[in-house]
């Protein structure tokens, strides 16, 4: 077993700032097995990307930036993987379980017939095995699962749940080559459009999250407007939640009754069939926290609640918990906070 590998996943030529996290979390395994860091960055930029490695605790890098490599497409992807791994025997190979994270691993670990841990929110080592802790049954249950044998093992990390960790360390880059052929990849990319503006809930560290409750904004539509409903929560959503996102550095998110109503697009969702965040901050307004909410967001550090009913499930998961209407609550927050903020 020589080595814990990271996957660092790239875009446009840039490092996701998350897989920074994965090198924190692969450097404890790194230590604790005495065997070196290694990031495997393939694509556009790669050779740069991975001095930047460098900076977060990788000791060598593996990488490809062959044209096949960018786009990021599975097959060439996994099979240069698959070869790595059955060439290399690394102790582990890890990645932020991101969609690409995690098609990778999965099917890197089958083709090597190799163990999968995944959506990992903890990491221990113990002898030779790797202890893991894993959200089941959306995140209401934790359980434990360790590596056995000497296989190399396959773990997705959830993002935010590892700190990076920014320590100058000298890297020893290796270039590698691809393992397919363009005319080996039966995926074709004709046209690639990026979100580009669009919202990283992944990433922030403070969500300010709108429900269903969002439509019971005391405004009134402006004539001839379709329908009042929706225009009254869209406002809701632009007028009084972005501008406390705003004021805290954060994101919009929301529920799926709200996504699903038409108030905001789906790229901000929250929950079972949505994104998983973790932020320091998360702040729920008029949102009941039904369970396939919470299983998106139950992991946040700080969980602030705003709702007109006393009862709703949301407070029980809440630190902090505030009984009333948010069209009063919020912009009496955010004004207080822009003034204590000095913004
Ligand atoms: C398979 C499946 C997958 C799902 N996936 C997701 C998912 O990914 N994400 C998700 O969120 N849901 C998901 N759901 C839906 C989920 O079950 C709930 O229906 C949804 O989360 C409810 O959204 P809500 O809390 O905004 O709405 P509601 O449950 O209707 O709650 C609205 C809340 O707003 C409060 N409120 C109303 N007006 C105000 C006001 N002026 N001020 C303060 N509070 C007010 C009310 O008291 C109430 O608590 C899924 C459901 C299924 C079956």
Request: hydrophobic letters at 45%.
């Amino acid at each position: 077993m020589s080595a814990i590998y990271v996957f660092i996943e790239t875009f446009a030529g840039k490092a996701l700032p998350t897989s920074w996290e994965a090198l924190g979390a692969g450097k404890s395994l790194a230590d604790a097995f005495s065997v070196p860091l290694t990031a495997l960055i393939f694509g556009e930029n790669a050779t740069a990307i991975a001095q930047e490695a460098g900076q977060y605790g990788a000791q060598a890098a593996l990488v490809c930036e062959d044209p096949t490599l960018t786009p990021y497409r599975l097959e060439p992807y996994s099979a240069l993987l698959t070869q790595l791994v059955t060439t290399h025997q690394p102790k582990a190979v890890l990645a932020i379980a991101t969609h690409a994270g995690r098609e990778l691993l999965a099917s890197s670990a089958a083709d090597t017939d190799s163990g999968m841990l995944s959506e990992v929110i903890d990491l221990a080592v113990d002898g030779s095995a790797i202890h893991v802790t894993r959200p089941v049954y959306a995140g209401k249950l934790l359980s434990e699962a360790m590596s056995a044998g000497n296989g190399p093992v396959f773990i997705t990390l959830r993002g935010r749940a590892f700190k990076a960790n920014p320590i100058n360390t000298a890297i020893t880059i290796t270039t590698v080559h691809p393992a397919l052929s363009e005319d080996q990849i039966k995926t074709k990319i004709e046209s690639f459009e990026a979100e580009v503006g669009k919202v990283n809930l992944s990433d922030a560290a403070i969500i300010v999250s709108g429900g269903r409750g969002m439509a019971n904004n005391p405004k009134d539509a402006p004539a001839g407007v379709a329908d009042a409903a929706i225009w009254k929560a869209q406002d809701g959503f632009s007028n009084v939640l972005q501008p406390l996102a705003d004021v805290l550095g954060g994101a919009v998110g929301a529920s799926r009754a709200a996504v699903d109503a038409g108030y905001i697009p789906y790229a901000h969702q929250v929950g079972q069939t949505g994104k998983t965040v973790a932020p320091d901050l998360y702040i729920a307004c008029a949102i009941s926290g039904a369970i396939q909410h919470q299983a998106g967001m139950r992991t946040s550090k700080v969980i602030v609640a705003i709702n007109k009913d006393g009862e709703a499930p949301i407070f029980k998961m809440a630190r902090y918990g505030l009984v009333g209407d948010v069209y009063k609550i919020i912009p009496a927050l955010t004004a207080e906070l822009k003034a204590r903020l000095g913004k």
